[in-house]
Protein backbone atom coordinates (compact mmCIF):
# COMPACT_ATOMS: atom_id res chain seq x y z
CA UNK A 1 0.00 0.00 0.00
CA UNK A 2 1.72 3.61 -1.17
CA UNK A 3 1.77 6.00 1.56
CA UNK A 4 -0.65 8.72 1.26
CA UNK A 5 1.50 12.42 0.92
CA UNK A 6 0.00 15.89 1.76
CA UNK A 7 -0.57 18.32 0.00
CA UNK A 8 -0.08 17.22 -3.08
CA UNK A 9 1.51 20.60 -4.48
CA UNK A 10 2.84 24.04 -2.24
CA UNK A 11 4.16 27.22 -3.33
CA UNK A 12 6.20 29.31 -0.61
CA UNK A 13 7.79 32.93 -0.61
CA UNK A 14 11.70 32.30 0.49
CA UNK A 15 11.73 32.85 3.70
CA UNK A 16 8.15 30.90 4.65
CA UNK A 17 7.76 27.30 6.13
CA UNK A 18 6.55 24.13 5.03
CA UNK A 19 5.27 21.22 6.35
CA UNK A 20 4.81 18.20 4.36
CA UNK A 21 3.04 14.64 5.52
CA UNK A 22 3.41 11.55 5.02
CA UNK A 23 0.76 8.73 6.25
CA UNK A 24 0.56 4.89 6.36
CA UNK A 25 -2.00 2.47 6.47
CA UNK A 26 0.10 -0.16 8.00
CA UNK A 27 2.73 -0.13 10.98
CA UNK A 28 5.94 1.51 9.69
CA UNK A 29 9.56 0.55 10.55
CA UNK A 30 10.82 3.60 9.05
CA UNK A 31 10.47 6.82 6.90
CA UNK A 32 13.05 7.72 4.55
CA UNK A 33 12.89 11.13 3.29
CA UNK A 34 14.30 12.41 -0.98
CA UNK A 35 13.92 15.29 -2.79
CA UNK A 36 14.17 15.03 -6.44
CA UNK A 37 15.11 18.19 -8.95
CA UNK A 38 12.96 17.96 -12.41
CA UNK A 39 15.20 15.39 -14.68
CA UNK A 40 17.57 14.44 -11.49
CA UNK A 41 17.60 11.26 -9.31
CA UNK A 42 16.15 11.78 -6.13
CA UNK A 43 18.86 12.69 -3.35
CA UNK A 44 18.54 11.30 0.23
CA UNK A 45 17.63 13.80 3.29
CA UNK A 46 17.49 11.96 6.29
CA UNK A 47 15.80 8.74 7.87
CA UNK A 48 13.25 8.43 10.81
CA UNK A 49 13.23 5.01 12.33
CA UNK A 50 10.07 3.75 14.87
CA UNK A 51 11.33 4.64 18.29
CA UNK A 52 13.62 7.25 17.37
CA UNK A 53 14.24 10.64 17.64
CA UNK A 54 13.61 13.48 15.51
CA UNK A 55 16.35 14.57 12.63
CA UNK A 56 16.98 17.02 11.40
CA UNK A 57 19.72 19.11 9.69
CA UNK A 58 20.31 22.92 8.51
CA UNK A 59 17.17 23.94 8.49
CA UNK A 60 15.16 20.68 7.44
CA UNK A 61 14.03 18.32 10.15
CA UNK A 62 11.40 15.62 10.28
CA UNK A 63 9.38 13.81 12.72
CA UNK A 64 7.90 10.55 13.05
CA UNK A 65 4.54 9.93 15.24
CA UNK A 66 4.01 5.90 15.68
CA UNK A 67 0.51 6.45 16.80
CA UNK A 68 -0.51 7.79 13.77
CA UNK A 69 2.10 5.82 11.32
CA UNK A 70 2.53 9.25 10.09
CA UNK A 71 5.92 11.52 9.52
CA UNK A 72 5.82 15.44 8.60
CA UNK A 73 9.13 16.91 7.30
CA UNK A 74 9.40 20.92 8.46
CA UNK A 75 11.12 22.98 5.86
CA UNK A 76 12.05 26.48 7.97
CA UNK A 77 13.12 29.28 6.45
CA UNK A 78 12.78 28.14 2.71
CA UNK A 79 15.16 28.68 0.29
CA UNK A 80 15.09 28.69 -3.48
CA UNK A 81 17.12 25.79 -3.68
CA UNK A 82 14.54 23.65 -1.78
CA UNK A 83 12.51 23.73 -4.84
CA UNK A 84 11.43 20.51 -6.13
CA UNK A 85 9.63 17.17 -5.64
CA UNK A 86 9.93 15.75 -1.81
CA UNK A 87 9.03 12.09 -1.76
CA UNK A 88 8.60 9.77 1.58
CA UNK A 89 9.64 6.39 0.84
CA UNK A 90 7.98 3.84 3.77
CA UNK A 91 9.65 0.59 5.27
CA UNK A 92 7.56 -1.90 6.96
CA UNK A 93 8.10 -3.85 9.52
CA UNK A 94 9.78 -7.39 8.57
CA UNK A 95 10.45 -5.74 5.05
CA UNK A 96 13.99 -4.97 5.18
CA UNK A 97 15.60 -1.92 3.18
CA UNK A 98 12.44 -2.31 0.74
CA UNK A 99 11.25 1.45 0.27
CA UNK A 100 7.78 2.10 -1.04
CA UNK A 101 7.13 5.91 -1.90
CA UNK A 102 4.82 7.83 -1.99
CA UNK A 103 2.51 9.97 -4.19
CA UNK A 104 5.03 13.13 -4.03
CA UNK A 105 4.83 16.65 -2.93
CA UNK A 106 5.64 19.46 -5.21
CA UNK A 107 7.38 22.56 -3.75
CA UNK A 108 8.31 25.71 -5.49
CA UNK A 109 9.86 28.39 -3.49
CA UNK A 110 9.22 31.54 -4.73
CA UNK A 111 11.47 35.33 -4.64
CA UNK B 1 33.71 8.33 -3.40
CA UNK B 2 31.89 7.53 -6.76
CA UNK B 3 27.71 7.67 -7.28
CA UNK B 4 26.28 4.71 -8.91
CA UNK B 5 26.37 4.88 -12.75
CA UNK B 6 23.81 3.94 -15.45
CA UNK B 7 23.76 3.77 -18.67
CA UNK B 8 22.50 5.18 -21.39
CA UNK B 9 20.76 8.23 -20.11
CA UNK B 10 18.53 8.25 -22.84
CA UNK B 11 16.95 5.50 -24.81
CA UNK B 12 13.63 6.27 -27.49
CA UNK B 13 12.83 2.81 -29.20
CA UNK B 14 9.75 1.61 -31.04
CA UNK B 15 7.03 -0.81 -29.19
CA UNK B 16 7.64 -4.39 -29.72
CA UNK B 17 11.36 -3.38 -29.26
CA UNK B 18 13.92 -4.70 -27.21
CA UNK B 19 16.20 -2.37 -24.92
CA UNK B 20 18.45 -3.01 -21.94
CA UNK B 21 19.95 -0.89 -18.81
CA UNK B 22 22.88 -0.84 -16.96
CA UNK B 23 23.98 -0.15 -13.75
CA UNK B 24 27.06 -0.07 -11.61
CA UNK B 25 26.51 0.40 -7.54
CA UNK B 26 28.46 2.33 -5.22
CA UNK B 27 31.46 0.32 -4.41
CA UNK B 28 30.87 -2.19 -1.17
CA UNK B 29 27.05 -1.78 -1.84
CA UNK B 30 25.83 -5.71 -1.54
CA UNK B 31 21.87 -3.98 -2.37
CA UNK B 32 20.73 -3.01 -5.53
CA UNK B 33 17.44 -2.00 -6.65
CA UNK B 34 15.83 -1.36 -10.15
CA UNK B 35 12.94 1.14 -9.97
CA UNK B 36 10.48 2.77 -12.38
CA UNK B 37 9.26 6.18 -11.91
CA UNK B 38 6.37 7.18 -14.34
CA UNK B 39 6.17 11.03 -15.07
CA UNK B 40 4.55 12.78 -12.11
CA UNK B 41 4.52 9.53 -9.51
CA UNK B 42 6.59 8.48 -7.09
CA UNK B 43 9.45 5.48 -7.71
CA UNK B 44 8.60 2.04 -7.56
CA UNK B 45 10.43 -0.86 -7.08
CA UNK B 46 10.75 -3.30 -9.80
CA UNK B 47 13.52 -6.06 -8.44
CA UNK B 48 15.86 -5.93 -5.12
CA UNK B 49 19.51 -7.81 -5.15
CA UNK B 50 21.18 -8.47 -1.95
CA UNK B 51 24.72 -9.63 -3.64
CA UNK B 52 23.83 -11.36 -6.88
CA UNK B 53 20.39 -13.00 -5.29
CA UNK B 54 16.72 -11.50 -5.79
CA UNK B 55 14.95 -10.65 -2.61
CA UNK B 56 12.09 -8.90 -3.84
CA UNK B 57 10.68 -8.99 -7.70
CA UNK B 58 7.06 -8.94 -6.57
CA UNK B 59 6.34 -5.48 -8.93
CA UNK B 60 8.35 -7.12 -12.25
CA UNK B 61 6.31 -7.81 -15.19
CA UNK B 62 8.26 -10.77 -15.94
CA UNK B 63 6.72 -11.28 -19.21
CA UNK B 64 8.40 -8.65 -20.74
CA UNK B 65 10.93 -7.56 -17.81
CA UNK B 66 14.16 -9.75 -16.53
CA UNK B 67 17.31 -8.38 -14.70
CA UNK B 68 20.25 -9.99 -13.55
CA UNK B 69 23.28 -9.33 -11.12
CA UNK B 70 25.89 -12.33 -12.01
CA UNK B 71 29.07 -11.07 -10.34
CA UNK B 72 26.99 -9.21 -7.40
CA UNK B 73 28.22 -5.79 -8.64
CA UNK B 74 26.29 -4.45 -11.78
CA UNK B 75 23.20 -5.16 -12.96
CA UNK B 76 21.26 -5.51 -16.07
CA UNK B 77 17.48 -4.47 -16.36
CA UNK B 78 15.90 -5.13 -20.15
CA UNK B 79 12.70 -4.83 -21.55
CA UNK B 80 11.35 -7.57 -24.27
CA UNK B 81 9.24 -6.78 -26.17
CA UNK B 82 8.16 -3.19 -24.61
CA UNK B 83 4.51 -1.54 -24.54
CA UNK B 84 4.04 1.84 -24.89
CA UNK B 85 3.51 2.31 -20.94
CA UNK B 86 6.95 1.40 -20.48
CA UNK B 87 7.98 5.00 -21.11
CA UNK B 88 9.62 6.03 -17.78
CA UNK B 89 12.73 6.86 -16.18
CA UNK B 90 14.22 3.74 -14.79
CA UNK B 91 16.55 4.70 -11.65
CA UNK B 92 18.81 2.38 -9.79
CA UNK B 93 20.05 2.63 -6.48
CA UNK B 94 22.06 0.95 -4.12
CA UNK B 95 22.66 0.67 -0.12
CA UNK B 96 24.89 -1.08 1.93
CA UNK B 97 22.45 -3.86 2.70
CA UNK B 98 22.66 -4.90 6.22
CA UNK B 99 21.46 -1.67 8.38
CA UNK B 100 17.78 -2.56 8.26
CA UNK B 101 15.97 0.50 9.30
CA UNK B 102 19.02 3.09 8.50
CA UNK B 103 20.04 1.32 5.44
CA UNK B 104 20.32 4.78 2.94
CA UNK B 105 19.32 3.98 -0.60
CA UNK B 106 21.48 6.25 -3.26
CA UNK B 107 20.39 6.36 -6.66
CA UNK B 108 21.73 7.02 -10.24
CA UNK B 109 20.53 9.39 -12.65
CA UNK B 110 18.58 7.33 -14.23
CA UNK B 111 17.65 6.26 -17.89
CA UNK B 112 14.82 7.98 -19.76
CA UNK B 113 13.07 5.59 -21.86
CA UNK B 114 10.86 6.47 -24.49
CA UNK B 115 8.33 4.14 -26.78
CA UNK B 116 6.60 5.19 -29.56
Known amino acids: QQPVQSPQAVILREGEDAVINCSSS?????VHWYRQKHGEAPVFLMI?????EQKGHDKISASFNEKKQQSSLYLTASQLSYSGTYFC????????????FGTGTRLQVTL | EAGVAQSPRYKIIEKRQSVAFWCNPI?????LYWYQQILGQGPKLLIQFQNNGVVDDSQLPKDRFSAERLKGVDSTLKIQPAKLEDSAVYLC??????????????FGPGTRLTVL
Open chain 2, 93 to 106: ASSLGWLAGADTQY
Open chain 1, 48 to 52: LLKGG
Open chain 1, 89 to 100: GTEYTGTASKLT
Open chain 2, 27 to 31: SGHAT
Open chain 1, 26 to 30: KALYS
